[in-house]
């Protein structure tokens, strides 16, 4: 075996065995987190969680983030399970005054296998449920519009979409919880997102953002008010 593919091998066992041990990737904002101050007197701290649509989202529109005590806190390509198991210490942790739940298309997606939409949307309420417990309010997101996914062409993500949505919806009606309609104010009439908001039909691009924007503010602004 040559010294190069051997070096190869060792990366990619290395890898392999970093990713398995932090399989939510809890280290990712670790650092960033540990520089987080308590929150100042009347403070109005939001913690976006998510994945890549939050993740992309301070990179494609950093105006939206400038000045404010918003924390982006995506990961991309990650699923419920693995944002619940980092909600203590990207979320919890930062003490916010409101969390904006975003999170399910990858689940869809299978990209850690197979999920039932009732697994997902116990991934969701659990995250819900640590918020409240710790006296954050909470901002469950509706997914956005989606009708393929270009890593997963096989799979139909817009029936189970819009069920979803609906388990969020009447589950944030119920327990006194905002929900944030995403969907209604991005989708065309099949289902997907509007021509010129998204390059591959997932990612909001710059134009995406701007609609989410005012949505996610007068949804942070209901929050606030409740009791």
Do not use: C
């Not at 280290?27 to 540990?34: H, I, M, P």
């Not at 309609?181 to 099949?190: L, S």
Request: hydrophobic share 40%.
């Amino acid at each position: 075996m040559s010294k190069r593919i051997l070096i190869l091998l060792t990366l990619t066992f290395t890898i392999g065995t970093v990713r398995a041990q932090d399989w939510a990737n809890i280290k990712k904002y670790e650092d960033a987190n540990s520089k987080v101050q308590a929150p100042a007197n009347n403070e109005h701290r939001v913690v976006y969680m998510g994945d890549s649509i939050t993740d992309f989202w301070i990179g494609n529109d950093s105006t939206f983030f400038a000045g404010k005590p918003y924390f982006d806190r995506g990961i991309s390509g990650q699923t419920t399970g693995q944002m619940l198991l980092r909600f203590r210490e990207d979320v919890i942790n930062l003490k916010p005054g409101v969390v904006v739940i975003l999170g399910g298309i990858n689940d869809i997606a299978q990209n850690n296998g197979p999920s039932k939409l009732e697994d997902i949307f116990g991934n969701i309420i659990s995250m819900a449920e640590l918020a409240r417990a710790n006296h954050i309010k909470v901002v469950l997101s509706s997914l956005l519009p989606a009708v393929n996914l270009a890593w997963r062409p096989a799979i139909d993500p817009a029936p189970q979409v819009k069920v979803l949505n609906e388990m969020l919806k009447n589950y944030a009606r119920q327990n006194h919880m905002i929900y944030l309609d995403y969907f209604t104010a991005m989708a065309d009439q099949k289902g997907g997102m509007e021509t010129g908001l998204s390059k591959d039909g997932i990612h909001p691009n710059l134009q995406g953002y701007k609609i989410m924007e005012p949505l996610a503010e007068q949804a942070i602004a209901a929050a606030l008010k409740k009791k």
